[in-house]
């Protein structure tokens, strides 16, 4: 009996960080992809975090646990910023382009490190779902810099 208790009362420090971390990501999904049968599926973020093992999570259509994440469920696909980069005529409007982006990213992670932001759940999945849009429009932003370099 005592045993069980040093251990149970022994992992209170990572239960409550896993508590944290499952309440700052809350309303956050993010899509997993089952490297047994291909199958890609939504799953809330504490949900994934709180069940995933050494080979992934439960896959929900053939139930292996080797279901990944490949991204939150709001990620954006680089063509939607295709008009926006047909703008972008030369590599020196690439490379300014990127500098932009990069110091909005470097914005929003200063934003993301604040120590007060893990009590405010709507501003944190706000600053996160900006972060997802900067690095998107970041890789479309590279891949017109190599369409224009060839």
């Given amino acids: 009996m005592v045993a069980c208790a040093v251990w149970y009362f022994g992992g209170s420090t990572e239960r409550t960080h896993r508590a944290e971390v499952a309440a700052s990501l809350k309303g956050v999904k993010y899509r997993v992809k089952c490297s047994a049968c291909g199958a890609i599926a939504e799953m809330d973020a504490g949900e994934y975090l709180a069940n995933l093992g050494p080979d992934g999570v439960r896959c929900t259509s053939c139930g292996k646990n080797s279901a990944l994440q490949i991204g939150t469920a709001d990620s954006l696909d680089p063509s939607q910023f295709q008009e926006e980069m047909k703008s972008i005529t030369t590599v020196?409007?690439?490379?300014?382009?990127?500098?932009?982006?990069?110091?909005?990213?470097?914005?929003?992670?200063?934003?993301?490190?604040?120590?007060?932001?893990?009590?405010?759940?709507?501003?944190?999945?706000?600053?996160?779902?900006?972060?997802?849009?900067?690095?998107?429009?970041?890789?479309?932003?590279?891949?017109?810099?190599?369409?224009?370099?060839?």
Wanted: proline residues 0%; without cysteine; aromatic residues 4%.
């Fill in 92 to 150: 020196s409007e690439a490379r300014m382009a990127a500098r932009a982006v990069q110091e909005e990213l470097d914005r929003v992670q200063r934003a993301l490190d604040a120590a007060e932001l893990a009590k405010d759940t709507g501003k944190l999945a706000s600053l996160n779902a900006e972060k997802a849009k900067l690095n998107t429009k970041s890789i479309a932003i590279y891949a017109r810099w190599e369409e224009l370099r060839n």
